[in-house]
Each structure stands twice: as structure tokens, then as C-alpha cells.
């Protein structure tokens, strides 16, 4: 898969970055799959899988919804590339902008993991969507309200990522944002959940250590943080990993919408 770690995709699309990608499907694949088995007497027939990345949630679905047919879609074609190879024979892949109108449909459920924060309009894009709906279809999103640690390194870095996010038009943890929104037409807001998800703070390390190595790159975080700053804290977050103490957690706050297309 070809480097490109200075990309549109905030987080990188490199092979370093979908190792990363990785790592968070192993973290959160069981909450996101006891989501979506709460989804599971709505049997629907057509998924897309928005920001599908490498494929690890478009497995997931597949999984979920044997009988479904499911599109994944995401913007970088490195990323789709590792997906068709990884994902199964059930899964077709298209590389699209997901801001913008999905490709086929319409669709019975869409799907998006940690997606809206990278979109610079995200209320534009789920209103998109649900125009891409059947009626009485659902979207379906998980997004953090916020991450609860005690542990300095991960403040610092949680800080860099959201002065980051910021300088891009983007936010961290969104979850509470989209909570407070009344108005999502043509769309309703069917159901909103607050959960935490406690992680091993070694665990979730693994997944912040690759995610350095792609920041360092990113011209925002070269003009205001040096490289013997990055080593650093990068040096502290993978102590933090080969510690591998089970005793301190960071929770994750999840927020889990499921928007609904009224049936007319």
C-alpha cells in the first residue's frame, strides 16, 4: 500500500495508519457489535458502511447481517484496496466521498464509526444521507463524548489531537454536540445513548503510538510541535504499552444515534 501520510485523511491512510485502524477494530469491535445487534429485527437488505477504512467494520456487518448486501465506502483507495482483500465476496467497495451523495442505495442502513469528525459539515452529510434512505430506514453512528484518563501523556496527546482536529474545521468528541441537536429533517433522531467503554490504558496505548508517527507529518503539528516533543511523548505513551498494567483505564465515552427516515 503506497505512503501518503500527509493526506486529506486526517488520521493518514498509510500503512502505518491502517495498522492503527487495526488496533481500534480489536478495541471496539465487541461494543460496536452489541450496537448493532440491537439494530438486528430491522433484517435490512441493503447496509453501506461509511468510512470503512481497511474493511474491519464492513466485516463486522457482515457478520451481524448475514443476509445483507453491503457497500463500504471510504475516500482513500489504499484503504480500499486492504478492504477487498480482507473484507469477503459479500462486500463491494467504492471509493467516494462520503460528505458527498452515496453511491447506489437507496439503503436500509447506514453505518459510520468514528466518521463525523472529520467532516467539516457533518450535519450537511447525515441530512445527505438520509435522503440516500429507505423509507423507514436508519443510520446508525458511534462517536465519543468525551475520553476520561488520569494519565499525563494521554492528556497531552489528547490536546495535540483536538488542537489539530480544530485547525482542520474538525472535532474530537463530537458525541455530545450531536446529542443536542433537535432538528435533523428529513431525518428524526430515534434513539441516543451515552456508554462507557473502559480500556486498559496499555491497550489503548498500542492504538495511539502508529497514530504519532502519522501526526509528526501533518503540517499543523510540524509548525507547533517539535520532533524532540513528538519523541518524547511518543517514548512515554509506549512505556505506558510494555508496562501492560490491566489496573488503569481510560473510558471512552460513546455516543450512539440511530437517526430513522419516517416511513410515509
Not at 491502517?18 to 448493532?36: D, V
Not at 439494530?39 to 466485516?59: E, F, H, Q, W
Not at 448486501?69 to 486492504?82: E, M, N, R, T
Not at 496527546?157 to 450531536?178: N, P, S
Request: glycine share 6%.
Amino acid at each position: 500500500m503506497p505512503e501518503n501520510p500527509v493526506s486529506s485523511y486526517t488520521f493518514g491512510d498509510s500503512t502505518v495508519a491502517a495498522e492503527r485502524l487495526r488496533i481500534l477494530a480489536e478495541i471496539f469491535e465487541p461494543s460496536s457489535r452489541e450496537f448493532l445487534t440491537t439494530l438486528i429485527d430491522r433484517r435490512p437488505a441493503n447496509i453501506a458502511d461509511l468510512g470503512c477504512g481497511p474493511g474491519y467494520t464492513s466485516r463486522l456487518l457482515t457478520e451481524v447481517f448475514p443476509l445483507a448486501c453491503i457497500v463500504g465506502v471510504d475516500s482513500s483507495p489504499g484503504f480500499i484496496q486492504l478492504a477487498e482483500q480482507m473484507a469477503g465476496s459479500r462486500v463491494r467497495f467504492v471509493t467516494a466521498d462520503v460528505s458527498a451523495r452515496l453511491p447506489s442505495g437507496p439503503y436500509d442502513l447506514l453505518y459510520a464509526r468514528y466518521v463525523l469528525p472529520h467532516l467539516s459539515d457533518y450535519r450537511a452529510a447525515v441530512s445527505r444521507w438520509g435522503k440516500c434512505l429507505t423509507s423507514g430506514g436508519a443510520i446508525a453512528s458511534e462517536e465519543n463524548d468525551w475520553i476520561e484518563t488520569t494519565q499525563p501523556a494521554f492528556k497531552t496527546y489528547f490536546e495535540m489531537v483536538t488542537a489539530m482536529l480544530a485547525d482542520r474545521g474538525q472535532r474530537l468528541d463530537i458525541g455530545a454536540e450531536l446529542e443536542a441537536i433537535d432538528d435533523w429533517q428529513p431525518l428524526i433522531k430515534f434513539s441516543s445513548q451515552l456508554v462507557p467503554i473502559r480500556v486498559p490504558e496499555s491497550i489503548a496505548a498500542r492504538m495511539f503510538v502508529p497514530n504519532l508517527e502519522v501526526f509528526r507529518r501533518q503540517p499543523y503539528i510540524r509548525m507547533n510541535h517539535s520532533e524532540a516533543e513528538i519523541h518524547r511523548l511518543k517514548t512515554e505513551i509506549q512505556a505506558i504499552v510494555e508496562r501492560g498494567d490491566p489496573s488503569r483505564l481510560v473510558t471512552f465515552w460513546r455516543r450512539r444515534i440511530v437517526w430513522l427516515r419516517p416511513a410515509t
